[in-house]
Nanobody
Framework: QVHLVESGGGLVQPGGSLRLSCAAS???????MGWFRQAPGKEREFVAA????????FYGRSVKGRFTLSRDSAKNTMYLQMNSLKPEDTAVYYC?????????????????????WGQGTQVTVSS
């Protein structure tokens, strides 16, 4: 059984930074991991993802240039460094893991393609 545990969320002022972590446990062969977020009353939104085979990273348009995804394979942990945070970044952030085959970019942007999800961590950007 695979478990994903997010941490690092909290309250931050606009312009501030946070780093989220996602620790994975359980034996599974993964081809990708990703971050998604969901704000109240809105649909789940793609934030960032990494394709394990070539370590290519992909970012949503609203976070590109501000957020950076990294992964420490030795620790089975993925990170999301979030800089220049804006109030519209407020949401519950979820990490997800794909247990599939190496695929094209668009697959990693699709929440439905992920097999395992964490419980989420709240990020609130407010003054």
């Amino acid at each position: 059984q695979v478990h994903l545990v997010e941490s690092g969320g909290g309250l931050v002022q606009p312009g501030g930074s946070l780093r989220l972590s996602c620790a994975a446990s359980g034996a599974v062969s993964s081809d990708g991991m990703g971050w998604f977020r969901q704000a109240p009353g809105k649909e789940r939104e793609f934030v960032a993802a990494i394709r394990v085979a070539d370590r290519n990273t992909f970012y949503g348009r609203s976070v590109k240039g501000r957020f950076t995804l990294s992964r420490d394979s030795a620790k089975n942990t993925m990170y999301l460094q979030m800089n220049s945070l804006k109030p519209e970044d407020t949401a519950v952030y979820y990490c997800a893991l794909r247990a599939g085959r190496n695929s094209i970019m668009t697959v990693y942007l699709d929440a439905d393609s992920y097999n395992y999800w964490g419980q989420g961590t709240q990020v609130t950007v407010s003054s």
